[in-house]
């Protein structure tokens, strides 16, 4: 991960640009942190934006995980994007690396989050707005069944960036990181100079830009990375300008929030059944398997392993339903 000289944390607004909040790692890593878990290990938290208490401004940090480093399974109340910088490691029992993305619903478990033994893990975690902190204990995930309206839901992707081509902006969807609510991930490169505006962050709740390699300038001043732009969902599109090295980045905007129903196969042929973990929505398929855990596409749900578990969430069997069709 590119760690650039300090620029500065400000607020911009003119008849020309949405307003935003720019904030780089240089001017915040004088907030970082070392803190010790429950296992020993020592990570690195550098707060970026936002503080619990203040519902104006979401959250986001960048921690750097020690090698070794486990999280067990948990939730928090608000929605979530994690983005790998570097290092590796696993998210459940999904290998997670650099430019791994991940975003989970409200109230959704996810875990175990593990940095791999011979390698830290950096993450950079936004969330909507501010949260409660991380909720681990069993009792508490195992209440989410009873929480009304809840619709859990994540998605665990590896991102890869275009090709570098000759266009000045290149801009692209990450289909598997998208939904109808206004989740939405985008990948960006920008040649020296150019300029291009980010969606538009109202379809959802807000939008950052995150700056990983190059720069961005904003108000005559320069952001190099690691950089984010906060744009609220009151906003209109932000313009975003390339520094001298260009820019290359991810964009992400986080979903309105909204209430769907998780129904959906009763009725449907063994074999083609589909069993839904209640705590995080993940499906296990039986025409697909679980070929990672030695589970052949086929095979029905009553001959998966009575000790098997969620790959996202660890949930036991027992806490998977049959869908409707």
Aim: net charge negative; with cysteine.
């Amino acid at each position: 991960m590119a760690l650039g000289r300090a620029a500065h944390t400000y607020r911009k607004t003119d008849r020309e640009n949405a307003m935003a909040t720019v904030i780089t790692y240089d001017d915040a890593k004088v907030n970082q942190v070392t803190r010790t878990g429950v296992d020993g290990s020592q990570n690195v938290v550098t707060p970026l934006l936002g503080k619990r208490g203040n519902p104006d401004l979401p959250l986001a940090s960048l921690v750097t995980f020690a090698p070794g480093r486990l999280s067990t399974p948990h939730f928090h109340d608000v929605p979530q994007y994690q983005i790998m910088l570097g290092g590796r490691g696993r998210l459940g029992r999904r290998d997670i690396k650099t430019n791994t993305v991940h975003f989970s619903r409200p109230n959704t478990p996810y875990g175990p989050f593990t940095a791999a033994d011979d390698s830290s893990l950096t993450c950079l975690i936004i969330r909507s707005r501010p949260d409660t902190g991380a909720i681990h204990e069993a009792e508490a995930i195992a209440a989410l069944n009873q929480m009304p309206d809840r619709n859990p839901w994540q998605v665990t992707h590896d991102v890869t960036f275009p090709s570098d081509t000759a266009e000045k902006v290149l801009l692209q969807a990450v289909p598997e990181l998208q939904d109808q609510h206004g989740l939405a991930t985008y990948t960006l490169r920008m040649k020296p100079g150019a300029t291009a505006l980010t969606p538009d962050p109202s379809i959802g709740e807000g939008l950052f830009v995150v700056v990983q390699k190059g720069s961005l300038i904003h108000d005559s001043k320069e952001a190099r990375a690691m950089s984010l732009v906060y744009v609220s969902h009151k906003e209109g599109a932000y313009e975003m300008r390339a520094g001298a090295e260009g820019m290359e980045g991810l964009i992400v905007r986080f979903p309105n929030p909204v209430t769907q129903s998780t129904a959906a196969a009763k009725g449907a042929k063994p074999g083609e059944r589909s069993y839904q973990c209640l705590l995080c929505a993940y499906a296990y398929e039986e025409k697909k398997g679980a070929p990672e855990d030695g589970i052949a596409p086929g095979t029905h749900w009553e001959n998966v392993p009575e000790d098997w578990t969620c790959p996202d969430c660890a949930a036991g069997k027992d806490g998977f339903e049959l869908l409707e069709a």
